[in-house]
């Protein structure tokens, strides 16, 4: 979320491999670099196998012996050959690679084979050849996501040339040259090296968040600072000479990779001093001022002022976007005296890198008028006036400030984002219509009009800043919009309305209409949730609440929907708290008699808290667990858990039950009424079936733990946050609380799910070896 106002504007899922330039550098970039995990120097290269002596291959002829070194020439051919066949057994087979042991013999065997390749080859191919092979094996291998493979066997190769106990971290520019470039950097091999190097940073970087997605481990974060400090130290000996301005180039874009993770996970003051070292290098290298670099340095401007932002030092931000704009305008002077553009392109050019630029910020429709020059880019003034990178959608209320004049200007901003709404988008039927086109697209081309995903930004501010009114008229003419498209993105901002369309009465608990009025063709009392296509569960259950709608809802729009078109994460997850935090004090309310079994199933069976603790298990299932707070996976697991087990072996828990054989159905023990709840499909199933399926979440739910304690645990062992704390009385200078048992509520829980999956699996157990024997009688 920090680089929300940064990324809004720049190329989507940008990564060192994706990013496209807006115009060939003057020498083409190598293709894809990357490299592994864990550094060269550490040398841990476990795949690796021991090397073979090579005394019989260095009695084999060279190369050379066959005729000249061209695509005829045999050594060459079967070199190539195998190589192929390899990275085509790869492609092919990687995908069969399901189990973690299929996966480790897969890479063993790939790690294995092209490790004999280059050791039979290698004494025999000439040197520039061989080299310039293992950089394009490591780049193939990159496509395919095999960081480690090209880290440890193509480009760790080529460096190990050069000295291993070289440390970049602790080096200066002319140590660093003395050791990667001791010919200076007009030999042909300099640009192999740089080529190895971005590899060898590309690949780490991979494969720390391959381990670690969203960086919750604070080694992953100082690794990516020990990456960035690398690029930097490459990209400051390549500055000085212009024909290696593509190392300049790929570095700004590897170093905005990095970062954008870091502000997105709340480490913005890191990632300041790089980003602005990338949009210093964009200045000073000479072939990069052109006009088609541009875009991509107020991209790297922008993110700079995103920074400055995020740290609180809005002053910086706006004097570094003046600063900015400036630096611009200087270009478009030197444009106008010598251009061999046209002057249309050079014009597009400038207007997408203004308008990246989000200070200095407007509030009123005068002020808008005055400096922007269609309803397109006025728009996006609303957007980033509004946008907080650091509230979340469902964090709803106004503006928290003790100014009030601060709170006149966001109601200007939302009054000023309806009128250009209604007058740009509205169709000749009344309602609103939208172009394909982006809002980047629309403002370059100076268009008086908005797109979708302009709209649907605004109508969630509108949800976060409580205008209802504003919000419930525009999301539902948004939703009947965006139910006429199939693409992927209008499924997903359909359900995301949809779902704050669902949660709203729950919030809008005193039905405040807000400060900005409805689009005028709204009716006033006129709903959209009726509208909304509900699971089909929620007809069967027979609950009018909202809080049983909102359950159905978020049921359907993630369980019954591709992964393309899932809601936002975000929303989701707090949506999952939320109505968790309801389930428990309904689950808590549950009075049932443990004496009698019938009685409990039928109580059970026709409760609309256990439906709801069905559904949100069932939520928490389809999306990842890290990404859901561990505690409450475990809670409901503990709870859902509890009840499979005590309809799968009654005679533990209840007196009536004695008779009651056990493998008979659950559902045959229910007589339900005619209109009531449909029951469970968990209720259905036989006990052997219902304890089977408690193992199994317990299980799930265990394995989410200890994923949570390997992410988020420091070098010592301890938790990065979950700790006790104790309050000390007998200091004199009052009470100071001291953090003791680390890790004490996760370790309970988690002792907690260990007991009751082996005591479910000791019941499962006794149930299966009765059956064996009752078939054998």
């Given at each position: 979320m920090a680089a929300q106002g940064t990324c809004s504007t720049s190329p989507s899922n940008l990564s060192p491999i994706s990013v496209s330039p807006p115009g060939p550098p003057p020498t083409p970039p190598p293709t894809s670099t990357a490299i592994s995990k864990t550094p060269l120097e550490s040398k841990a290269s476990s795949l690796t196998p021991q090397p073979r002596s090579a005394c019989r291959e260095d009695l084999l002829p060279l190369a050379?012996?066959?005729?000249?070194l061209d695509a005829k020439n045999p050594l060459l051919v079967s070199c190539e050959k195998e190589i192929q066949e390899l990275l085509g057994f790869m492609k092919r087979k990687k995908a069969l690679a399901t189990t973690e042991e299929k996966k480790h013999e897969f890479h063993s065997r790939c790690a294995t084979s092209l490790f004999?390749?280059?050791?039979?080859?290698a004494p025999r191919l000439p040197a520039a050849y061989y080299n310039e092979k293992l950089l394009k094996v490591g780049d193939e291998l990159c496509e395919m996501k095999e960081y480690k493979l090209a880290l440890l066997q193509c480009y760790g190769r080529y460096l190990q040339q050069f000295s291993i106990k070289f440390d970049e971290n602790k080096a200066d520019v002319n140590q660093f040259k003395t050791v990667f470039f001791p010919k200076g950097f007009g030999d042909k091999t300099a640009a192999h090296t740089f080529h190895a190097l971005n590899g060898k940073n590309i690949c780490n970087y991979q494969l720390v968040c391959d381990s670690d997605t969203n960086l919750q481990n604070k080694e992953s974060v100082i690794q990516c600072l020990h990456i960035l400090s690398s690029l930097r130290l490459i990209m400051q000996v390549a500055?000085?000479?212009?024909?290696?301005?593509?190392i300049i180039f790929n570095g700004t874009i590897y170093i905005y990779t990095i970062c954008r993770k870091l502000m997105i996970i709340g480490h913005s003051s890191k990632a300041l001093e790089y980003l602005l070292w990338a949009s210093m290098c964009m200045e000073s290298s000479v072939p990069l001022l052109s006009v088609r670099y541009l875009t991509w340095r107020a991209t790297l401007y922008a993110a700079v002022c995103q920074c400055y932002h995020d740290c609180q030092a809005g002053i910086h931000g706006e004097a570094f976007a003046r600063r900015a704009l400036a630096k611009i305008d200087e270009l478009r002077q030197l444009e106008l005296m010598s251009s061999s553009q046209s002057q249309e392109d050079s014009r597009r050019y400038y207007t997408e890198a203004t308008i990246k630029l989000p200070w200095p910020r407007t509030i009123t429709e005068r002020l808008l008028d005055e400096m922007f020059d269609s309803t397109a880019s006025r728009?996006?003034?609303v957007l980033e006036a509004l946008s907080d990178p650091n509230r979340r959608t469902l964090q709803t209320g106004p503006v928290v400030t003790d100014e009030v004049e601060v709170r006149d200007v966001v109601s200007e901003l939302f009054i000023a984002g309806k009128e250009l709404l209604i007058m740009s988008n509205t169709g000749a039927d009344g309602m609103l219509d939208f172009p394909k086109s982006s809002l980047l697209q629309l403002i370059i081309k100076r268009?008086?009009?908005?797109?979708?995903?302009?709209?649907?930004?605004?109508?969630k501010l509108a949800f976060t800043y409580e205008e209802w009114s504003l919000f419930e008229s525009s999301a539902g003419q948004l939703i009947d919009f965006l139910r006429r498209r199939d693409d992927p993105e209008s499924k997903k901002a359909e359900k995301n309305l949809t779902l704050l369309i669902a949660i709203e009465p729950l919030i809008n608990v005193k039905r405040n209409k807000g400060l900005v009025f409805p689009f005028e063709n709204y009716k006033e009392g006129q709903t959209y949730i009726n509208k909304i296509a509900l699971h089909d569960t929620l007809k069967t259950c027979g609950y009018s609440e909202d809080i049983f709608r909102l359950a159905a809802t978020l049921y359907s729009c993630v369980c019954d929907?591709?992964?393309?078109?899932?809601?936002?994460?975000e929303i989701v997850v707090d949506m999952i708290m939320f109505l968790w935090q309801k389930c428990k004090?309904?689950?808590?309310?549950?009075?049932?008699?443990?004496n009698d079994y019938a009685k409990f199933t039928q109580k059970i069976s026709t409760n609309k808290w256990v439906y709801l603790l069905w559904q949100i298990n069932e939520i928490i299932h389809c999306c990842k667990m890290e990404d859901i707070d561990i505690v409450m996976v475990a809670e409901v697991t503990l709870r859902l858990s509890e009840i499979l087990e005590s309809l799968g072996n009654p005679r533990r828990k209840f007196k009536k039950s004695l008779d009651i054989p056990l493998r008979k159905e659950t559902s045959e023990l229910l007589e339900t009424p005619k209109g009531s709840v449909e029951v469970l499909p968990m209720l259905k199933k036989k006990p052997e079936e219902q304890l089977f399926l408690a193992y199994e979440l317990l299980d799930k739910a265990i394995g989410g733990i200890n994923l949570n304690c390997m992410i988020a645990a420091l070098p010592n062992g301890t938790s990065v946050i979950d700790h006790c704390y104790t309050t000390h009385t007998h200091y004199t200078d009052g009470d100071i609380c001291k953090p003791v048992t680390p890790?004490?509520?996760?370790?309970?829980?988690?002792?907690?799910?260990?007991?009751?999956?082996?005591?479910?699996?000791?019941?499962?157990?006794?149930?299966l070896q009765g059956c064996c024997l009752t078939d054998v009688a």
């Open positions: 050379v012996f066959y005729g000249p004999n390749i280059w050791t039979k080859y500055l000085p000479q212009e024909h290696l301005c593509w728009f996006l003034a268009k008086n009009v908005i797109s979708v995903d302009a709209a649907v930004k605004f109508t929907s591709p992964q393309n078109a899932q809601p936002d994460k004090l309904g689950i808590q309310r549950i009075n049932v008699s443990r890790n004490s509520f996760i370790m309970d829980l988690h002792l907690e799910l260990i007991q009751a999956q082996h005591r479910i699996a000791v019941v499962l157990l006794d149930h």
